[in-house]
């Protein structure tokens, strides 16, 4: 009890301009999840307390109790045993570690269909298989000795370390899954007895929190994303990683309280400051920035001749705002995000500080390019656990028939649906948080959403759906369509009319026919040129894909293939190079 | 001693008989993660009872029994190829993290420890048993394979099913190309027991496809299934004549004449939504039916009358008879 009272008062404090220290949060979340105030204590309580040093009878005993009742869960069932194996340090009972042990005998988990599975998966195994390293084939679910899991899971881990530091993460700036990767390099960077992986785990928990950090505001992870839940895609800061923002950096606030599970897991085995220059990154928003990434697709099982194709990301970062996107298309199934507005709200809590549009999509091709789903119950399967996937007002997921490009904080996203698509009609996000939303008879909609002010322009008619739970959609049902967003700090004008005046002056033609088209002079005065279909030129110039950097922006820098990481803040520079 | 308990158990039959097994999963409310039912290799024990079997697995997509040792089956799973021992009870996976999401499999019966899959990037062959592997794929653009099979008689032959249709290989994989179903999703190839230059597969809309060429070419049956889909092709193992399939939309079809035509042969079943089909090689005229979600049914005419037995809720990949006990 005294320790979640810590948390409180920590969690309290995290939302007055004085953080506490670094230690202190560190100490407040293991201390909550150690004496939880709610429920029945499972394998969190358990690892915590004996990261603690705490009962390790009872620890013992509920260890026991819930091994009995049998596993489930798959990796998210061995991440949690594997952190109690290796926090274990004797004091367990020998009947506790027995049975845990005999669990991975007797218990066969799956092994996923997503990246953050598989790290997951093959680390757990890895790791248990180094508390084991010599036991027999037939004392692993496996079926295989302990040298040979060990082998198969290590090659496994640092193939995925080579992909990633080469061409991107798959799994790329998910606010939920970012963490799923952080807990299996954390357990390494701390448990692992390879020198050598241990030392590229701790190297790339510092890859994903750069990644993280450059892209932040408040805390919340900003930007195009490969996988957000519903809620989580409005609420921006309900995310995971606004609770791992809030543990490194001091950013804003946990995303519950006490934080989740997964900071917990990551903090019991990694519990050191981050580096000073990471922390100058994810904080310093003194100057407008234009950052850029290069990821990739999840594996495409079918319809493509690759087996992943590349993501091109833009996020503009600035104090009260940050505007990203993709390059559009379905990058990723079901849960992508590949544009918005977001603007701060450092209490974010319930907050939508969030717009964007999007052409609803979901379809058969895409569930088989990236899952083995048959043919007549894949969509079926998919609406039972994301019951949006399948629904015409749905705000999440890639399509098709969206093409994207960014300068700065200028987007255009064009929209050339087909006849025959499921859901032939724009959708846009207008949120219950917004201060203001004017409808100019120039066709340009301009809104206030905490210091920023948008100007979004659509190319076609549309009429106003109400959300439930507040807030209105756009709904625009023309299938040739598009928008043009302008982002500005309420800093930068006098009010929204002014900022309106601004924008309406601006050089705009669009076109509809055969596809829509824009030529944009943007509020920075970039022209912007984008036709469907087309490679899109920014004063004259083609974009050109082909040398988009894994990194590039002030603080990162990453070449493709490179697998070295460069991160700057000031004078401060720090490299991390896994090709040693 | 072993064996008493075993026959105590009425486990392990001490005449040769045929069991009935299926690949099967109760999955309505699983995601990765969530608890799983009772899921992954099922054993039938009597009328609409079956015993669930070895591990809980939520994807078995292919199985088959070692021609050499029909106690040793073999499943092609989500987690790879596994090795089932003792009747399906002990698993070994024999393939590593750089496959998944296995499809099919086809053992030679010609060659011991010969086992051929299909997988989401391609087609691997051991001819140990799995402790080494080749990529078999290399020739092909699309490298998505839901099916293969080999030619019973003439091994060198293989027939895969992608995602561009049929590919046929006379180099045991080595070089392939298109034996029909062109820009069609395979989703099934079976060859005949009975007249081994007779080939069928099952597609993804584009309906039923024949061979009467020994798999050298595929030609559309007329409008079986078209419009959509097909998951399973069941030779009568008794009655050379007799094929049926089972798809989602046409439920179960059979046909009498070697595929010449076709009638449905849904009366008694829940729905129309069929994923997997068998005849008992034992008992002429049963046949069992999987229905998506609902259970396995049993016919005892070819059938004409379904009976639910058993397996209530489940989806079944595959519904195959393993034969048992003396030889």
């Known amino acids: ?35 939880p105030r709610r429920g029945e204590p499972g394998y969190g309580t358990i690892a915590a307390r004996l990261w603690l040093r705490e009962d390790a009878a009872w620890c013992s005993e509920r260890l026991e109790q819930l091994l009995a009742a049998g596993p489930s869960g798959d990796m998210f069932w061995m991440f949690p045993v594997t952190a109690i194996a290796h926090l274990d340090r004797g004091q367990l009972t020998p009947g506790a570690r027995k049975a845990l042990r005999e669990a991975w005998r007797t218990y066969f988990p ?52 080579r992909l990633t530091t080469r061409r991107g993460q798959g799994e790329y700036d998910s606010p939920h899954y970012a963490s799923m990767f952080l807990i299996p390099m954390a357990y390494l960077s701390a448990w692992s007895s390879d020198p050598g992986l241990k030392r ?23 930007g195009a994303q490969s996988r957000v839940y519903d809620r989580q895609l409005l609420e921006k800061s309900a995310n995971v990683a606004n609770d791992f923002g809030w543990a490194w950096f001091g950013l804003g606030r946990p995303s519950s309280d006490p934080p989740s599970g997964y900071l917990l897991y990551y903090l019991l085995a990694h519990s050191e400051p981050p580096p000073e220059i990471l922390r100058l990154i994810a904080t310093d928003r ?200 302008q982002a500005a700090a309420a800093s930068e004008f006098r009010d929204l009319a002014a900022f309106a005046e601004a924008v309406k002056a601006l050089p705009l033609e669009i076109g509809l026919e055969p596809l829509p088209w824009a030529d944009f002079r943007s509020l920075r005065g970039s022209r912007i040129e984008f036709r469907y279909g087309q490679v899109p030129k920014v004063n004259g110039v083609a974009l050109d894909y082909g040398k988009w950097p894994l990194f590039g922006g002030p603080f990162l820098e990453s070449a493709v293939d490179s697998q070295v990481l460069t991160m700057r803040h000031g004078g401060l520079r720090r490299v991390l190079d896994f090709r040693k | 001693m072993r064996l008493f308990l075993l026959l105590a158990l009425g486990v392990w039959p001490l005449e040769a008989q045929s069991v009935l097994h299926a690949c099967a999963a109760m999955t309505q409310d699983y995601v990765v993660g969530a608890k799983l039912k009772p899921s992954g290799l099922f054993r039938r024990t009597g009328p609409g009872a ?96 839901e099916a293969v099979r080999g030619d019973a008689r003439n091994p060198s032959v293989i027939l895969a099913g992608g995602e561009e249709g049929i590919f046929r290989s006379e180099d045991r994989g080595g070089s392939w190309r298109l034996a029909g179903a062109a820009g069609f999703q395979i989703m099934r190839i079976e060859q005949s027991p009975h007249e081994p230059c007779f080939w069928l597969a ?25 419009g959509s889909n097909l998951y399973d092709i069941a030779f009568d193992p008794v ?42 090689p034992e008992r002429p005229g049963r046949m069992f039916a999987a229905v998506h979600e609902k259970a396995v049914y049993r016919s005892e005419d070819a059938g004409a009358a379904w009976t639910r037995d058993g397996l209530d809720g489940s989806h079944v ?8 006990g003396r030889r």
């Not at chain 1, 920590?10 to 301009?17: I, K, L, P, Y």
């Not at chain 2, 009655?239 to 009366?267: I, M, T």
């Open chain 2, 239 to 280: 009655r050379p004549d007799r094929v049926a399939l089972a798809g989602c939309g046409p439920g179960v079809l059979v046909s009498g004449d070697g595929g010449k035509s076709w009638e449905a042969r849904n009366a008694g079943l829940p729905g129309a939504e069929v994923t997997s089909v068998v005849f008992d």
């Open chain 2, 50 to 145: 079956w015993r669930h079997t070895g591990f809980n697995h939520p994807f078995l997509f292919g199985a088959a029994a070692d021609p050499f040792d029909p106690s040793t089956l073999y499943l092609a799973g989500g987690n790879g190829l596994i090795r089932a021992a003792a009747h399906g009870e002990k698993w070994t996976i024999l393939t590593g993290s750089d496959i998944t999401e296995l499809r099919d499999l086809w053992m030679d019966p010609g060659a011991r420890n010969t086992i051929y899959i299909a997988h989401t990037a391609g087609i691997r062959v051991t001819r140990n048993g799995g402790k080494t592997w080749r990529e078999l794929s290399a020739g092909l653009r699309r490298k998505y394979t």
């Open chain 1, 110 to 161: 799956y092994r996923g269909d997503t990246e953050n599975h598989w790290l997951l998966y093959y680390t757990m195994l890895y790791l248990m298989t180094e508390l084991y390293p010599n036991d027999g084939p037939e004392t692993w679910y496996t079926g295989k000795p302990s040298a040979e899991n060990r082998e198969e899971a290590r090659r496994w881990i640092e193939s995925w370390i």
């Open chain 1, 286 to 485: 003194s100057r407008p920035y234009t950052h850029y990434e290069r990821k990739r697709t999840r594996n495409r099982w079918r319809f493509h001749d690759e087996l992943h194709g590349p993501v091109y990301k833009t996020t503009y970062v600035r104090r009260e705002y940050a505007v990203s996107s993709d390059q559009g298309g379905v990058l990723q199934p079901i849960q992508q995000h590949s544009w918005d507005v977001t603007w701060s709200v450092p209490e974010g809590r319930g907050v939508q500080n969030t717009f964007f549009t999007l052409n609803p999509h979901s379809s058969l091709r895409e569930l088989q390019t990236y899952f083995v789903f048959s043919p007549d119950f894949g969509l079926t399967d998919v609406v039972r656990s994301k019951r949006f996937y399948d629904s015409p007002d749905k705000f999440s997921g890639g399509s098709p028939y969206e093409k994207i490009v960014q300068d700065q904080d200028t987007v255009i996203a064009l929209y050339g649906v087909p006849e025959e698509a499921r859901f032939p009609h724009i959708n846009g996000f207008f949120s219950k948080d917004l201060a203001e939303i004017r409808e100019d008879a120039s066709g340009w909609i301009f809104m206030r959403g905490g210091d920023a002010l948008i100007a979004c322009r659509p190319f076609q008619p549309y009429v106003w759906k109400p959300i439930a739970g507040g807030g209105k959609r756009l709904f625009s049902p023309y299938r040739n369509n598009g928008v043009v967003v």
């Open chain 1, 1 to 35: 009890m005294r320790c979640a009272i810590a948390f409180l008062a920590a969690a309290a404090a995290a939302g007055a301009a004085e953080q506490p220290g670094f230690e202190q949060r560190v100490r407040s979340v293991i201390e909550a999840h150690a004496h």
């Open chain 2, 202 to 226: 099952a597609t993804q809309q584009g309906g039923l496809f024949a061979s009467r060429d020994c798999g050298a070419s595929f030609e559309n049956v007329g409008s079986v299934g078209a």
């Open chain 1, 200 to 222: 590229r785990a701790s190297m790339m928990i510092e890859y994903l929190m750069a990644d993280y950090a450059a892209e932040n505001l408040d805390g919340t992870f900003v």
């Open chain 2, 317 to 324: 990949n595959r519904l195959w008879f393993v034969r048992e």
